[in-house]
């Protein structure tokens, strides 16, 4: 009798034992899955560049998100026949950077005072959004736009879309790290487009 009750509670014991490893090797896997956060800020091109620079983003993917159509094209997004935002995927580990930092670096590199544009580039495809997944980003996000509203920094609300994301559609490889690729054009265009001149301009130097 007594070494039945030895044996149950050492196989308790055991079982407790598998369980608490079982919770931790899930709680390990859930630290180290990558991240996915999604933002349109105009040409994504530069939003690609912004986030990829960010520690502890894995990569950054330009697409379409927001529209209507089924797999549209860069001809239909660019010319606002879809509803899409020239937008980007950013995968990240969450364990070195949090979707509160990926939100900063959004704000600090969009222009949230411009409806429907941003820069040189205009029209609704190039509108600024955060397309939130989960009820604790959308929190964090409206938590960032308030904060930002509270400072006073602008006179003019504040026309940033926060939205529930949709559908993400990769681009066109040839629009993939275009800015890697095809340097000197990316280079031209954005200086032409007066993106870092707006931005000192909204946000003050970096």
């Keep these: ?18 369980s608490w ?3 931790s090797a899930n709680q390990a896997a859930a630290d180290t ?39 549209p094209t860069y001809e239909e997004v660019s010319a606002g026949r879809t509803g899409h935002a020239e937008s980007v995927e950013v995968v990240y ?4 950077v949090s979707y509160q930092k990926l939100l900063d670096a959004f ?20 509108r600024s959004a955060i397309f939130f997944q989960t009820d604790e980003e959308k929190r964090a996000s409206d938590s960032s736009k308030q904060t930002i509203e509270q400072s006073r920094r602008f006179k003019e609300p504040i026309v940033t879309q926060i939205v ?9 490889e040839y629009h993939q790290d275009f800015y890697k690729k095809n340097p000197i054009r990316y280079k ?19």
């Design 1 to 18: 009798m007594r070494r039945h009750i030895a044996l149950s509670a050492l196989t308790v014991a055991v079982l407790l034992i598998g």
């Design 21 to 23: 490893n079982l919770q």
């Design 33 to 71: 899955t990558p991240g996915k956060a999604y933002f349109a800020g105009g040409c994504f091109w530069c939003m690609e560049e912004v986030f990829e620079k960010v520690d502890g983003v894995l990569s950054a993917t330009s697409g379409y998100m927001g529209g209507t159509a089924s797999n």
């Design 93 to 96: 580990d969450p364990a070195k």
């Design 107 to 126: 704000w600090r590199n969009v222009d949230p005072i411009t409806p429907n544009a941003q820069f040189c580039d205009h029209g609704n495809q190039y």
């Design 164 to 172: 529930m994301a949709p559908q993400f559609y990769p681009a066109e």
């Design 188 to 206: 031209l265009y954005k200086y032409n487009c007066g993106r870092a001149q707006r931005l000192d301009e909204l946000w003050g130097k970096p």
